[in-house]
C-alpha cells in the first residue's frame, strides 16, 4: 500500500469497471447500490461506470451518480460515465449535473490522466449486470492515476 491507502501501481484497485445493463431508477439503484458500495470501498483511483446498456435513468439514479461521484472525489478518485446514450446524455443536461460527470464515449476511452484520447485502456470482456447483485463483481481494468474532479455541492 502507498501512502494515501490504495494499492501500488498494477494493483487490481487501480481502476475497475462496472456495467449498467437495467433502467437506473429506483429498482436498478436499490440492486446497484451495494455493487458500488463494495467497489468505493476498494478505493480505485477511477470507477467507470459503462452505461452503453442502459435503458434509462431517472432522478434516483441520478442521485445515486452524484454520491458515487463525490464519494469517489472524497477518496482522491473520479468516477467516469461511459457511453450513455443521447437521451441519457439530454437528461444530464436537463438535471444541470452534466459538467460534474466526466463522461467518454465508448470510441474515446480513458487515457491516464483521466482525458479523452484516441488510444485506451483494455475492455474487459465481461462485467457487472445490475441485475445480479448477489454475485456482483467489479471487473478490475489497466492501472490509470486519479483526476482531480470537482466536488459537487448541495444548496
Known sequence: MNGNGRGTEGD???????????PLDLTGVRKLGPVVDAVVARRPARLVIDMAACPHVDAAGIGLLLDTHRRMWRLGGALTLRSPSPRIRRLLQVARVDQVFHVVDESDPVDTSGSETGSGSPRVADATPVGAPSSATAVPVAPVRARATVPVRAR
Open 12 to 22: 487490481v484497485t487501480d481502476q475497475m469497471e462496472i456495467t449498467v445493463t437495467e
